[in-house]
């Protein structure tokens, strides 16, 4: 017995070794295609935070102001609102149609802050058309003149 461990002692062992090795060369192999899986996902999820922040930073550029009607009691009311992120400056409002009168008390409003809105009194005169635009102009800081026309209804 002593002779055969011998003999082929180190054959065995070499044996052994070799295929130590190739489990050892597969599973690295393995790792190496799951590492470089991780590497592309990595890479995808930061070009992702980066177009949302880079999105994040367009959105902070732009106006979102628009109007709705309100009735408050028997009388309606314009409300004027700005949801966007920036200020808008002399912001103001006017009813494109006929018989239909709006109130400018506010008009120019100085500063319309982002969340905040302000409200102007309509009136109607005989036979006013239910749904009627309303222009709504305002400047960004720089004085630059910006406008929406919006569709409203009663």
């Not at 749904?131 to 960004?140: A, E, M, P, S």
Request: aromatic content about 12%; glycine content about 4%.
């Amino acid at each position: 017995m002593e002779q055969f461990f011998m003999d082929w002692g180190g054959h065995i062992l070499s044996a052994i070794a070799i295929i130590f090795t190739a489990i050892t060369f597969f599973l690295s192999l393995k790792a190496n295609r799951l590492q470089n899986r991780v590497n592309e996902l990595d890479a995808k999820i930061k070009k992702y935070e980066l177009d949302k922040i880079q999105k994040e930073k367009e959105e902070e550029k732009t106006f979102e102001l628009g109007a709705t009607i309100v009735k408050i009691g028997k009388r309606f009311r314009l409300r004027v609102y700005n949801i966007g992120k920036r200020t808008a400056y002399n912001v103001s409002a006017r009813i494109e149609g006929d018989n239909i009168m709006l109130s400018t008390g506010k008009m120019p409003f100085d500063e319309l802050e982002p969340q905040r809105n302000f409200e102007e009194t309509l009136l109607f005169y005989d036979k006013a058309p239910r749904k009627f635009r309303v222009i709504i102009t305002w400047q960004d800081e720089n004085q630059q003149e910006y406008n929406r026309t919006q569709m409203c209804s009663v």
